[in-house]
C-alpha cells in the first residue's frame, strides 16, 4: 500500500488528468478543426467587426500608409532640391547683378 502522501500525489494526478482529458476536445476534432479549409460550426470566440476587419486588412493598410509616406518623403525632397536650386540661382543673379553695379560705380570715380 502506498504511504499518505504518495496516494494524495496519486489522487491529485488522476483528477488533474481527468480534467485537462475533459477540457481538451478529442484529437480527431483538433486535427479537423486545424486542418480544414472551412469550419463546419461556427466559432465561439467571433470577434466584433472592427476586430475581423483590421484582421483582414490590416496589413495591407498598413503598407499603404507607409508607401504613401515614402512617396511623400520623395517627392519632398525633390521639390526642395529643386527649390534650393532655383533659390541659389536667384542669389547667384543678384550676387552678379551686384558686382557689375560695383564695377559701374567704381569705374564712376
Same mark, same amino acid.
Do not use: C
Given at each position: 500500500?502506498?504511504?499518505?502522501?504518495? @496516494? @494524495?500525489?496519486?489522487?491529485?494526478?488522476?483528477?488533474?488528468? @481527468?480534467?485537462? %482529458?475533459? =477540457? #481538451?476536445?478529442? /484529437?480527431? =476534432?483538433?486535427?479537423?478543426?486545424?486542418?480544414?479549409?472551412?469550419?463546419?460550426?461556427?466559432? =465561439?470566440? *467571433?470577434?466584433?467587426?472592427? =476586430?475581423?476587419?483590421? !484582421?483582414?486588412?490590416? @496589413?495591407?493598410?498598413? !503598407?499603404?500608409?507607409?508607401?504613401?509616406?515614402?512617396?511623400? #518623403?520623395? %517627392?519632398?525632397?525633390?521639390?526642395?532640391?529643386?527649390?534650393? *536650386?532655383?533659390?541659389?540661382?536667384?542669389?547667384? %543673379?543678384?550676387?552678379?547683378?551686384? *558686382?557689375?553695379?560695383?564695377?559701374? /560705380? *567704381? !569705374?564712376?570715380?
Amino acid at each position: 500500500m502506498l504511504a499518505r502522501p504518495a @496516494r @494524495r500525489l496519486a489522487i491529485l494526478r488522476t483528477t488533474a488528468q @481527468r480534467s485537462y %482529458a475533459l =477540457a #481538451q476536445p478529442p /484529437l480527431a =476534432a483538433r486535427l479537423q478543426r486545424r486542418f480544414s479549409s472551412s469550419q463546419s460550426q461556427p466559432s =465561439a470566440r *467571433e470577434g466584433s467587426l472592427n =476586430a475581423t476587419f483590421f !484582421k483582414t486588412f490590416g @496589413r495591407p493598410m498598413v !503598407k499603404v500608409f507607409l508607401l504613401a509616406v515614402f512617396v511623400y #518623403q520623395l %517627392a519632398y525632397f525633390f521639390w526642395k532640391r529643386a527649390d534650393h *536650386e532655383d533659390v541659389k540661382s536667384d542669389m547667384r %543673379a543678384t550676387i552678379s547683378a551686384l *558686382e557689375k553695379r560695383i564695377e559701374e /560705380l *567704381e !569705374k564712376a570715380k
